[in-house]
């Protein structure tokens, strides 16, 4: 089942990928979003876990609605895009709180996240504009999220957790490329937002796988 999940789920990737810098882009977009919804409802349902998925599905659709701010062009998108991703990641957090309690361990690395990010906004092309103050805030978030699902699969360390791990991890590096896509002057950020779309998508699609047994 894991593979016929991930090779329809592909397929949707590859289509939103072929989309890019078309007006379907954002319909492709979502599309995909909502494909990693339906894997977590349908792994949810059919494994039986179905207080886990109603614990893991706001944070999903917290990414959802973050995925269609970025895809739209309106003037304050990034940043309703950021604050949606900023709670959907607070979701996450509390969703992995139901298995293991927070550790005040687990913030050196947010707090780390803050201060590299801040030390990366010196480079000469780098450039968070108005941003600057809420890229930190999400520094922070997504980076606990990712502590948190580590801290988790390595106390209880099932098959589950190990997928929800990866996801977090690809999703943790989607964001690093997508901090430089975004606001470092750069001739490769085409291939920035692919490898974007690539490492964000599947992390959020073995987020969702993890639900099935």
Known sequence: MIV?????????????????????YIIF??????????????CGMTSDRVSMMVGLLPGLIGCLAGDFMLA????????????CFLIANLCFVI????????????????????????ALSYLPRMDYGVYD????AYAFMITLAMVRSVVVYLT????????????FILYFLSDII????????????????VFNLITYFYGLFFIALSLVK
């Open 133 to 136: 103050k809420a890229i930190l």
């Open 156 to 167: 209880l360390s099932t098959p589950m957790f190990l997928f929800s791990m990866v996801g």
């Open 178 to 193: 997508l901090l430089f896509e975004k606001f470092f002057e750069c001739r490769l950020k085409d291939i920035l937002t």
């Open 72 to 83: 739209t062009q309106y003037k304050k998108s990034f940043l309703y895009g950021l604050t």
């Open 29 to 42: 977009k979502t599309l995909n979003s909502l494909a990693f919804i339906a894997v977590a409802v349908y």
């Open 95 to 118: 969703y992995f709180i139901n298995f293991q309690s927070l550790s005040i361990i687990e913030f050196i690395l947010p707090v780390a996240s803050i201060m590299i990010v801040i």
């Open 4 to 24: 016929m999940l991930f090779a329809v789920y592909s397929i949707f990737v590859i289509m939103m990928l072929l989309s890019i810098k078309k007006k379907s």
